[in-house]
């Protein structure tokens, strides 16, 4: 069964760091583009960043590049998304999604999501 | 960007009933589009993709269609387990972008 049980969320003041994690189990972590999206509080879902499958290719739109760093551990099967400046318009619920196999940036799993709380 | 266009932005339907979401791409997206479902309290969970294709595991009566750069979700018979909020994203370019959401209710 794949699973994926993100953690590291809280409350941050904003201009501070957070670094989000994301165990993945059930499937060959390796084989699979990972991603990172955010559902602010009633809003809707937006695309954070994605992750090739050895890691040397990354993609972000621009509300979160320079600030925020996609990485993984393929010996670990493990997601990472490093926030970097927090604004309070990144306060969200993220999610990490694992991209659809051989079929483009579309995602077939997600985790439960965790929090991430901006303000001081 | 591509903006991505739903609509309605709400649906209330009975049951059995066929429901019809659509979503507008901005620019031309080819087949690069895909349907989540996401229901009260949970993760999205892919439904379309491709346009057409359905996901592992998700029922018949879901389908999708494309005219031209207009993108439609076909519900055939409406079931209680399928109320939540659904969503379109095109990943033809970056940024992937989602569109806002479609509300559906049972009437």
């Known amino acids: 069964e794949v699973q994926l049980v993100e953690s590291g969320g809280g409350l941050v003041q904003p201009g501070r760091s957070l670094k989000l994690s994301c165990a993945a189990s059930?499937?060959?972590?390796?084989?699979?583009?990972m991603a990172w999206v955010r559902q602010a509080p009633k809003k809707g879902l937006e695309w954070v960043a994605t992750?090739?499958?050895?890691?040397?290719?990354?993609y972000y739109p621009d509300s979160v590049k320079g600030r925020f760093t996609i990485s993984r551990d393929n010996a670990k099967s493990s997601l990472y998304l490093q926030m970097n400046s927090l604004k309070s318009e990144d306060t969200a619920t993220y999610y990490c999604a694992r991209g659809l196999l051989g079929g483009g940036d579309y995602f077939d799993y997600w985790g439960q999501g965790v929090m991430v709380t901006v303000s001081s | 960007d591509i903006q991505m266009t739903q609509s309605p932005a709400s649906l209330s339907a009975s049951l059995e009933e066929i429901v019809t979401i659509t979503c507008q791409a901005s620019?031309?997206?080819?087949?690069?589009l895909a349907w989540y479902q996401q229901k009260p309290g949970k993760s999205p969970q892919l439904l379309i993709y491709g346009t057409t294709s359905l996901a592992d595991g998700v029922p018949s009566r879901f389908s999708g269609s494309r005219s031209g750069t207009q993108y439609s979700l076909k519900i055939s018979r409406l079931q209680v387990e399928d109320i939540g909020i659904y969503y379109c994203?095109?990943?033809?370019?970056?940024?992937?972008?989602f569109g806002g959401g479609t509300k559906l209710e049972l009437k």
């Open positions: 992750i090739s499958t050895s890691g040397s290719r990354t």
């Open positions: 994203q095109q990943a033809s370019s970056t940024p992937r972008t």
């Open positions: 620019q031309n997206i080819g087949n690069w």
């Open positions: 059930g499937f060959t972590f390796s084989n699979y583009y």
